[in-house]
């Protein structure tokens, strides 16, 4: 085990980066609850794997170097950039042809007792975008009364 959740979040980073999986499962808690998980797929660890999974099959070469950790309390927040190329299935309008990005992400982790309990996460999906020529999603079409 880890010796401070700053440690602990320096090594869920490794495993994702190199798709260590299982690695995860010894640093979250059974009731662990992802708040940016995709909403309509599986709640928790499952779920973040799954939306890795996706997001390897549309980019390849990925990699999230820690920028920056703050630790307060029973919270760590991680300033990352995210690089890599987009030669998987498209994304957002945007095809698959070899683009790189390279983007900011943040990400908060609550710890209990050790393990992460609860995490949120943010990319800068803009950017991303623009970088991989992706569309902006319309809005809906309103209703008129």
Avoid: C
């Avoid at 059974?30 to 599986?42: I, L, R, Y």
């Avoid at 991680?78 to 698959?96: D, Q, V």
């Amino acid at each position: 085990m880890a010796g401070s959740n700053k440690e602990t979040v320096r090594k869920v980073q490794e495993a994702w980066n190199k798709n260590r999986l299982d690695d995860l499962d010894q640093y979250f808690a059974p009731d662990f609850k992802a708040n940016s998980n995709d909403p309509s797929g599986a709640p928790g660890l499952a779920g973040a794997k799954t939306a890795h999974a996706a997001m390897n099959r549309r980019m390849s070469d990925r990699n999230v170097q820690i920028l920056e950790v703050i630790e307060e309390g029973d919270k760590v927040v991680l300033r990352n950039r995210a690089t890599g190329k987009h030669t998987g299935e498209a994304w957002m309008g945007a095809p698959a042809d070899g683009k790189t990005y390279d983007i900011e992400s943040w990400s908060i982790y609550r710890f209990r007792d050790g393990k992460i309990v609860e995490s949120w996460g943010l990319n800068d999906g803009m950017r991303l975008m623009m970088q991989l020529g992706g569309e902006l999603p319309q809005p809906a079409a309103s209703s008129s009364r």
